[in-house]
């Protein structure tokens, strides 16, 4: 049994997120925890909300809520929509965490101490009307790398490219929106990542088998222009870590915080800290996955991310770690995704143009969006959702292909022999050709699935699928029944086993169809199949089940017209 460590990139918690966000970490992390711990692996998967940060300041103040409250509210309603996706999560954490306070504080007087921070007095810009600085993204102009005009002060979005809020042509409040903007000189540490940059880039040199746009992201940033750059770590904001070194004052520093992406990562570690705190287990029990001093050795640690978290997540989170000094954990293998797209163009929360998490749940049960967006992730490139591909794969995959194997054969098996696997000969040629085939198939599944090839891995799963329904289309046990009961029942046996075979293998995919596959098959003994014969025997004659209810509806035309001008974007 191996141990494994995998973190999905934090959303933030400014709001409910849409189903981009959604397949580009958390959803894929989420199918190889399940397959993982389905192998018999042990697994801790963590994720948290980040919660500092101008986002979460700018969003309360539309509510009108103070920022600890509105975070808290938040948090509460992006743990509710993970639960309603199915995300498995050893544990969903908080930045905002006391875990998280002390532990940057901590990293923060490591890095002081051997020499990786230093102060720097800069020029940042002032807003009158505001009556404050204005870092990051309370600041929008025009990014002076691709003309976007609505670039952040932090990264534009367009581009990818990070900024810092001086960059920007044409700069405003993202509060205001005032153009009264002054520079004035203030004070902050940066993070010496230039002093790091030859760790880093023999690390990153070392990992040849992570993806190519994992490694040609972070080797863009890393030799581009002028190469890596130190990067400010603290922010003029009220909402955030407070500066210290460790537990003491840092003099200067007085009422500025941790900028939100020097502390974000550390959450990883903090949340696991978290839920240690929260199943009443002392420090040994998270150290035993960060520590390579205290049992980390043997940990297999991945992370899941869009492409735009990747810079940070190759750079800045490791010269944190490399630069502590301190024997910490570093990834072993970052899974990156591209875009995901919306008919045609971006989703938008502002003009409410794409489907998000919660209306997702509210049309349509949570395996629907699984299915479709894990065998659409945008791996090689950035991915397209309209309506018409989800009704069609809905309807062709999940409703055709699986849910119509297991009505027919649930159904054909009552009307015959009732409820419970019939006494049934042996399998005959056919059987073993097909439990040949399916060997081979699933075999190829496991090895998409280790290599964390999401979309090679679904269709080799719905190739598996619809060797069940060829097999019953060329068996025809209600053709044979008539003339041979006994070699209708041992079809009707192989069927049955299928039912419970497909709901194991199916289950990192699809969670709550398997679950109701196999309470219906009343299947007490789900484990992986690795010996395939042996589990397409595993119901035994005189087994009793019930037919299961209609596992997935069709998708009308109606419907996909009526979603298609819901989420449109065409509102006010």
């Given at each position: 049994m191996a141990r494994h460590l995998i973190t999905s990139a934090l959303p933030y918690i400014n709001g409910i997120k849409h189903l981009g966000n959604l397949v580009g970490s958390q959803l894929p992390a989420d199918l190889y925890a399940r397959y993982l711990r389905a192998r018999g692996h042990e697994v801790m998967f963590i994720c948290a909300t980040d919660e500092h940060g101008t986002p979460a300041e700018l969003a309360a103040a539309k509510t009108g809520e103070a920022v600890a409250d509105y975070c808290a509210r938040m948090h509460g309603v992006q743990t509710a929509l993970a639960d309603g996706f199915g995300l498995s999560f050893d544990h969903y954490g908080r930045s905002s965490s006391d875990r998280n306070r002390r532990l940057t504080q901590h990293f923060a007087g490591r890095l002081a101490d051997q020499g990786y921070i230093r102060e720097v007095v800069e020029k940042q810009i002032y807003s009158h009307a505001d009556g404050r600085f204005l870092p990051d993204r309370y600041i929008e102009g025009t990014c002076p790398n691709c003309g976007y005009d609505k670039a952040r002060g932090d990264q534009c979005e367009n581009c990818t490219k990070q900024l810092d809020p001086t960059d920007l042509i044409d700069p405003r409040s993202a509060i205001s929106g005032s153009t009264d903007l002054e520079v004035r000189e203030t004070k902050h540490l940066y993070l010496r990542q230039s002093a790091l940059k030859g760790d880093i880039a023999a690390w990153i040199d070392a990992k040849a088998d992570w993806p190519i746009l994992t490694t040609s992201i972070a080797r863009k940033w890393l030799n581009d222009g002028d190469g890596l750059q130190d990067r400010g770590i603290t922010r003029d904001l009220d909402w955030g870590v407070p500066v210290k070194r460790g537990d003491a004052d840092w003099p200067g520093m007085e009422g500025k915080v941790f900028y939100v992406w020097?502390?974000?990562?550390?959450?990883?570690?903090?949340?696991?800290?978290?839920?240690?705190?929260?199943?009443?287990?002392?420090?040994?029990?998270?150290?035993?996955?960060?520590?390579?001093?205290?049992?980390?050795?043997?940990?297999?640690?991945?992370?899941?991310?869009?492409?735009?978290?990747?810079?940070?997540?190759?750079?800045?989170?490791?010269?944190?770690?490399?630069?502590?000094?301190?024997?910490?954990?570093?990834?072993?293998?970052?899974?990156?995704?591209?875009?995901?797209?919306?008919?045609?163009?971006?989703?938008?929360?502002?003009?409410?143009?794409?489907?998000?998490?919660?209306?997702?749940?509210?049309?349509?049960?949570?395996?629907?969006?699984?299915?479709?967006?894990?065998?659409?992730?945008?791996?090689?490139?950035?991915?397209?959702?309209?309506?018409?591909?989800?009704?069609?794969?809905?309807?062709?995959?999940?409703?055709?292909?699986?849910?119509?194997?297991?009505?027919?054969?649930?159904?054909?098996?009552?009307?015959?022999?009732?409820?419970?696997?019939?006494?049934?000969?042996?399998?005959?040629?056919?059987?073993?050709?097909?439990?040949?085939?399916?060997?081979?198939?699933?075999?190829?599944?496991?090895?998409?699935?280790?290599?964390?090839?999401?979309?090679?891995?679904?269709?080799?799963?719905?190739?598996?699928?619809?060797?069940?329904?060829?097999?019953?289309?060329?068996?025809?046990?209600?053709?044979?029944?008539?003339?041979?009961p006994e070699r209708a029942a041992m079809q009707v046996r192989m069927g049955l086993n299928l039912v419970r075979l497909y709901a194991i293998l199916s289950a990192p995919f699809i969670p709550f169809a398997s679950r109701a596959m196999l309470e219906g098959m009343a299947v007490s003994d789900a484990s992986w199949p690795a010996d395939v014969p042996a589990a397409l025997s595993a119901l035994p004659a005189g087994h009793a089940f019930t037919v299961p209810e209609v596992l997935f509806a069709k998708i009308s035309d109606d419907d996909r017209v009526e979603w298609e001008q819901r989420f449109s974007g065409t509102r006010a």
């Open positions: 020097f502390d974000a990562p550390i959450e990883y570690i903090a949340a696991t800290a978290e839920w240690a705190d929260a199943e009443g287990l002392d420090d040994n029990a998270w150290r035993r996955w960060w520590r390579l001093d205290e049992g980390a050795e043997d940990v297999t640690y991945t992370q899941f991310m869009g492409k735009d978290n990747v810079p940070f997540h190759t750079l800045s989170f490791p010269a944190t770690l490399i630069g502590s000094g301190e024997p910490w954990k570093m990834v072993d293998y970052i899974k990156s995704f591209n875009y995901l797209n919306y008919q045609g163009g971006q989703f938008s929360t502002s003009q409410g143009r794409g489907v998000f998490m919660d209306h997702a749940l509210d049309i349509l049960p949570a395996d629907y969006w699984r299915w479709w967006l894990l065998s659409h992730a945008p791996e090689s490139g950035d991915s397209e959702f309209t309506w018409e591909n989800f009704q069609q794969s809905v309807n062709k995959d999940l409703a055709d292909v699986l849910g119509n194997f297991v009505s027919r054969i649930t159904k054909f098996c009552r009307s015959k022999f009732g409820e419970v696997v019939p006494e049934a000969s042996a399998y005959g040629p056919e059987e073993q050709a097909l439990i040949q085939a399916l060997t081979t198939r699933i075999r190829a599944y496991e090895g998409y699935m280790e290599a964390m090839e999401v979309r090679k891995a679904a269709s080799e799963l719905r190739a598996i699928w619809v060797l069940g329904n060829e097999y019953l289309q060329s068996a025809a046990p209600w053709t044979v029944f008539k003339t041979e």
